[in-house]
C-alpha cells in the first residue's frame, strides 16, 4: 500500500477500533474497559515471559508496566487514554513501508533470487551461483484475464493455497509477472526475521502479523486493518489455509478470517455509497513439482495424526544445502511452479460474470445488494447471518481449489505407486504401512506405467468434466511412460533420500512418508477406489 | 401488524394449505400458489380446499393464485411444499424472480432421488436466495387443521431464518423449535417415511406394539447412521423433527406412508396401492433413493432394503419379515454380529493370545 494511504488507514483504523471497544463497553453484557485493558495486559505479560526473541523484548515490557501501574488508579477518560495508547502501539508494528523505488528494484532482481529470499542466507550469497529463470519455472495459468478486470471493477481478495513458505515470494512475483500491483497481505513475523527477506517482505506490500500476541483485540486489530485496506481499494492477498498444509492434500479446511474482512468490506462500502463497492474473491492454487519442505510437512503432519504411534528418528539435513539443491533441480530438471488463477467470486460465493455481476448457477445476474439489506433497503451487518454467508463463500473457494489443482508428474506416479503398494499390504493400517513400505521388493517398471496409464485416463476424464487441471507440460501428453521419467527424474535428486528410484526394471520406494505426502495432493477425488478395483483384478 | 408479514406458499397440497392457513393466523398476508384453477377458485370463494383437507376451513387472508410470478414476488417469505419429483423444476421457474432479501422454507419431506440432493439443497442451486431452511416435525396436516397442539422445528444456519420462520408459523396450537442442523432436520423428515412404509406393513399384519416398538428403535437407529454419514447432529435423531416425526408417521392412519405400508401387507402390489391413494407417498421415492446410496456408501439399513424388496422387488411383507428377524443378532450400537470375535488391536501378545483362544474356541 502507498504510504499516505497506509497512513489514513492506520488513523481510521484506530478511530474504528477505539470506538468500538468504547461503545461495547457501555452496553449491559459488555466487556468495561478496565478488564479489557487488564485482559490484554495478561495476554502481552505470559506472552513476555516466553517470547525471549523478541527484539522489542524491553520496550514491550516497560509499556505494559507503565499500562499496569496506570490502569490501577485510572479513572474514566485515563482508560480512554490507555487504550488509545494500546491500539497505537499495536498498530504500529503493522506498519510496512512501501517504496515504490525497491518495487520496481525488487520485482527486476526477483527472478534471480527467488529461491535464496526465502531463507536465511545472507544478503552476499544473493546474487551468486547461477540461479534458474523464474519466468520459465513459475508457469501462470487460469482465468488472469478475469483477476485483471475484477482487479478494475473493484477490489481483490487474492485467495491461494499454501504448500511451502515460497508460496508467497511465487505469488508477489506472479501478481508483478501478470501486471498487478503489488497486493497488501499479513505475514508471520518469522519472514521478517532474516534482514533479506524482510527487506522485501516490508516493500512488496507485506505488513507483519505476530502469532504470538493472543490478545483478542490484537485480532480484531488485523482483521480491521485488512478491511479498512479493501475499503480503500487497496487489493489484499490471504491464504485461507492459514498455514502450510501439511498432508499434501489440496485444503477443504479453510480459515475464513480475510473472506468476513472481505464481505465486511463490502457492506460498509456500500453504507457509504462508495463508487466501486465490489468485493471479488479470487481463488488461485499453488503446485510444486518438488515441494521444498515437504519432509518437514508430513512428518509433523504424521505427528499430529498419529499422535504417539509415529516416531520420526530421522533429522532434516541443513537448510541452506537444501535450497541450492532445490533451485538447482528448478534449473536441472525444468521443474515447475505453477500457479492457476480461478476464477473470480464474489464475498457470498457467487460466481462472477466478466462485467463483475454476481450470478446464479442459471447464469442469472443477481442484486447482491438485496442480501445484506434490512426491510428499509439500507445495507446492515448482522454478524451471525454474515458468518454463514462467509461459510459459504469459504466453501466456494473450496470447491474451486480442488477443480483448479494441477496435476503433476509427481502426484500423478506417487500416487499410483503408493496405492501399489498399499495394496501388497492391505492388512496393514496406514501407520504399519509407512513403516514396512515395499519391504525393498519394488513394482516393475512396466507394471508401474501400466496403472499410470490408467490414472491418467481417470484424471483426464476428471479434467474433461472440469473437476480438476492436467499440467501442460509434464502430464498433458498422457504419454505415460514420459510421466514416470519425469517423476522419477525429480525424486531422484532433491530430498534426503530418494522419494523413489530406479534400479533394473524395478522402481523402489525409498521414503514412504515422501510418497504418501506427494499422493495425497489426488484425493478427495475418488480416484483410489478406481485403482483399487483394477489392482484387485491385475492380482 | 399483519400488513408487513407478506408471505407465499408454493404448493397447494395438504400441508402447504396448512402452513398457508397458519401464516394468515398469525397475522401475515398470505399467497398460496397451485396450478388447479377450480382449487385456486375453491380456495378464495370457499375458503376450503376439499380435494385435500375434506371441509376444514382456511383462514380468509390466504389468497390463492396460479401466477408464480405474482406469488413470489409478493412475499418476504416463501414457504415451498411442492412433491420432490417436481421440487426442482418449480424452484427453477421461482428463481427468475427470486431476490436475496427473501427467506426459503422447504416443507417437503423427501430426496431428490438421482444425486440424494435435499430439498433446500435444491432451493439453493435454483435460485440466488440464500436465507433458506427446512421445517419438519410431527405435522400431520389433517390434525393441525383441526387444531390440536403440536410442534415443529424451523431449521437454517441462519438465525434470522429462525426467527421469521417461527414467528409466521407459530401459533396458540403450534409451537416452534430452533434447530441449526439443517441436513439432519431434513434428512429425518425424508427417512422417516420409509421407516412408515415399513409400520403401516405392521399393522396391516396384525402386529401389536412390541413389534412397532422394535421396528421404530431399529428404524430409527439405521436412518441414524445414515443422517449421520450426511453430516447430521446426533441430537436431532431424539428430537421433534427425528424421532418425534417418525412416532406421528408411524402410528397415525392418517398418515400416507403408513397407509400405504397397510395396503401393501394386506396384499396389493404397489401400483395397486397407489391407485387407492390421490396424494403422494414421498416414501416409494425416498426408498428407492436411499436404498441406491446406502449400498454405495456402505450404510447397513436392513429395513429400508426389505422395504426397497417389497415395493419395486415384488417380495411378500411377511417373506420380508422373516428375512429381517432371522439376521444374526448384533451388538445394538455397535452393529457387530454377537458371534464375531471383537477385532484385534492393541499388543502383539493379546494379538497372539486372542488367535490362539479362538482357534481351541
Known amino acids: ?539 | 401488524m399483519g400488513q408487513d408479514k407478506r408471505a407465499s406458499v408454493i404448493g397447494g397440497g395438504s400441508w402447504g394449505t396448512a402452513l398457508a392457513h397458519l401464516m394468515a393466523a398469525s397475522g401475515a398476508d398470505v399467497r398460496l400458489w397451485m396450478r388447479n384453477v377450480e382449487r385456486v377458485a375453491e380456495v378464495n370463494e370457499q375458503h376450503t380446499n376439499s380435494y385435500y383437507l375434506k371441509e376444514l376451513p382456511i383462514h380468509a387472508r390466504v389468497v390463492a393464485t396460479t401466477d408464480l410470478e405474482e406469488a413470489v414476488r409478493f412475499a418476504d417469505t416463501m414457504i415451498v411444499a411442492i412433491p420432490a419429483k417436481s421440487f426442482r423444476s418449480i424452484a427453477f421457474e421461482m428463481g427468475a424472480f427470486v431476490t436475496g432479501d427473501q427467506i426459503l422454507l422447504s416443507a417437503t419431506k423427501g430426496f431428490e432421488a438421482e444425486h440424494l440432493k435435499r430439498m433446500s439443497q435444491v432451493l439453493r442451486e435454483e435460485t440466488c436466495a440464500r436465507k433458506i431452511g427446512a421445517i419438519s416435525g410431527p405435522n400431520l396436516a389433517d390434525e393441525i387443521m383441526a387444531g390440536q397442539p403440536t410442534a415443529t422445528v424451523v431449521a437454517s444456519p441462519y438465525d434470522e431464518v429462525i426467527d421469521v420462520g417461527a414467528r409466521l408459523i407459530a401459533g396458540p396450537t403450534l409451537r416452534v423449535y430452533g434447530n441449526y442442523d439443517i441436513v439432519g432436520v431434513e434428512t429425518f423428515g425424508a427417512l422417516k417415511n420409509i421407516i412408515a412404509i415399513a409400520a403401516g406393513a405392521c399393522t396391516g399384519l396384525g402386529l401389536g406394539a412390541n413389534s412397532l416398538s422394535m421396528l421404530l428403535t431399529r428404524g430409527l437407529a439405521e436412518i441414524s447412521r445414515f443422517a449421520e454419514r450426511h453430516g447430521s447432529d446426533r441430537l436431532t435423531s431424539i428430537g421433534l423433527a427425528g424421532i418425534g416425526d417418525l412416532i406421528a408417521t408411524c402410528s397415525s392412519p392418517l398418515s400416507r406412508n403408513n397407509s400405504l405400508g397397510r395396503k401393501l401387507a394386506e396384499g396389493l402390489t404397489l401400483d395397486g396401492a397407489l391407485a387407492t391413494m390421490h396424494k403422494v407417498a414421498e416414501g416409494v421415492n425416498t426408498t428407492n433413493a436411499v436404498h441406491m446410496h446406502a449400498e454405495r456408501l456402505g450404510v447397513d439399513m436392513p429395513i429400508a432394503r426389505g422395504v426397497y424388496q417389497v415395493l419395486f422387488g415384488g417380495e411378500k411383507v411377511s417373506d420380508v419379515l422373516g428375512t429381517l428377524m432371522s439376521r444374526a443378532n448384533r451388538y445394538e450400537h455397535t452393529e457387530r454380529p454377537i458371534d464375531e470375535p471383537e477385532p484385534i488391536s492393541g499388543s502383539v501378545v493379546e494379538t497372539a493370545l486372542a488367535v490362539a483362544g479362538r482357534r481351541h474356541g
Open chain 1, 1 to 539: 500500500m502507498r504510504n499516505d494511504l497506509r497512513d489514513a488507514a492506520l488513523v481510521e483504523l484506530r478511530s474504528r477500533i477505539v470506538d468500538a471497544c468504547i461503545a461495547q463497553a457501555a452496553l449491559d453484557d459488555g466487556l468495561p474497559l478496565d478488564v479489557l485493558i487488564n485482559d490484554t495486559l495478561y495476554h502481552e505479560k505470559k506472552r513476555l515471559e516466553t517470547d525471549r526473541e523478541s527484539p522489542v523484548r524491553a520496550q514491550d515490557a516497560a509499556f505494559w508496566d507503565g499500562v499496569k501501574s496506570r490502569l490501577s488508579k485510572a479513572g474514566d477518560s485515563e482508560l480512554k487514554e490507555l487504550l488509545k495508547g494500546i491500539v497505537e502501539r499495536f498498530t504500529e508494528e503493522i506498519r510496512g513501508n512501501f517504496s515504490p523505488w525497491v518495487y520496481g528494484m525488487a520485482t527486476s532482481v526477483m527472478p534471480k533470487a527467488l529461491p535464496l529470499l526465502l531463507n536465511a542466507l545472507s544478503p552476499k550469497r544473493l546474487m551468486s551461483r547461477g540461479m534458474p529463470d523464474i519466468a520459465e519455472t513459475i508457469n501462470i495459468r487460469g482465468n488472469v484475464e478475469g483477476l485483471r478486470r475484477m482487479n478494475e471493477l473493484g477490489t481483490v481478495i487474492l485467495a491461494p493455497t499454501h504448500v511451502s513458505n515460497l508460496d508467497s515470494p511465487v505469488v508477489g512475483w506472479a501478481l508483478f509477472a501478470m501486471g498487478l500491483p503489488p497486493f497488501t497481505y499479513g505475514a508471520g513475523l518469522n519472514l521478517f526475521t532474516n534482514p533479506v527477506m524482510s527487506f522485501f517482505m516490508r516493500n512488496l506490500g507485506a505488513y507483519r502479523v505476530d502469532r504470538r500476541k493472543t490478545a483478542p483485540i490484537y485480532k480484531d486489530i488485523l482483521k480491521e486493518y485488512a478491511t479498512v485496506a479493501l475499503e480503500m481499494g487497496q487489493p489484499n492477498l490471504f491464504f485461507p489455509a492459514g498455514t502450510r498444509v501439511r498432508s499434501g492434500k489440496i485444503e477443504d479446511r479453510l480459515k475464513l478470517g480475510l473472506l468476513s474482512c472481505g464481505l465486511r468490506a463490502y457492506i460498509n462500502n456500500l453504507a457509504r455509497k462508495q463508487d466501486r463497492p465490489n468485493i471479488y474473491v479470487v481463488p488461485c492454487t499453488l503446485n510444486y513439482h518438488l515441494v521444498l519442505e515437504a519432509e518437514t510437512l508430513i512428518d509433523d503432519h504424521l505427528r499430529i495424526q498419529g499422535k504417539s504411534r509415529y516416531i520420526i528418528d530421522d533429522d532434516e539435513s541443513s537448510r541452506p544445502r537444501k535450497i541450492l539443491q532445490f533451485t538447482q533441480n528448478l534449473v536441472n530438471l525444468s521443474s515447475r511452479i505453477s500457479v492457476n488463477v480461478g476464477d473470480p467470486l464474489d464475498p457470498f460465493g457467487n460466481a462472477v460474470d466478466p462485467e463483475g455481476n454476481s450470478i446464479d448457477s442459471h447464469g442469472r445476474v443477481i442484486d447482491i445488494t438485496r442480501y445484506v439489506s434490512d426491510k428499509e433497503g439500507r445495507p446492515t451487518h448482522l454478524p451471525q447471518r454474515d458468518r454463514v454467508y462467509t461459510r459459504e463463500a469459504g466453501e466456494s473457494v473450496g470447491r474451486s481449489f480442488k477443480v483448479h489443482n494441477v496435476v503433476l508428474s509427481t502426484n500423478l506416479v506417487a500416487f499410483t505407486l503408493f496405492e501399489m503398494v498399499r495394496h501388497r499390504h492391505r492388512d496393514l493400517d496406514l501407520y504399519r504401512l509407512l513403516r514396512t513400505g515395499d519391504e525393498g521388493t519394488g513394482v516393475t517398471v512396466s507394471e508401474l506405467t501400466r496403472h499410470v496409464a490408467e490414472m491418467w485416463d481417470a484424471v483426464a476424464e476428471l479434467a474433461r468434466k472440469g473437476e480438476i487441471t492436467l499440467d501442460s507440460r509434464s502430464v498433458s501428453s498422457g504419454d505415460a511412460t514420459v510421466i514416470v521419467q519425469s517423476a522419477l527424474r525429480h525424486f531422484g535428486t532433491y530430498h534426503t533420500r530418494p522419494v523413489m528410484v530406479r534400479r533394473g526394471d524395478r522402481v523402489f520406494t525409498e521414503d514412504m512418508n515422501l510418497l504418501l505426502y506427494y499422493s495425497n495432493r489426488l484425493r478427495g477425488y475418488g480416484l483410489e477406489r478406481e485403482l483399487q478395483r483394477a489392482l484387485a483384478e491385475a492380482s
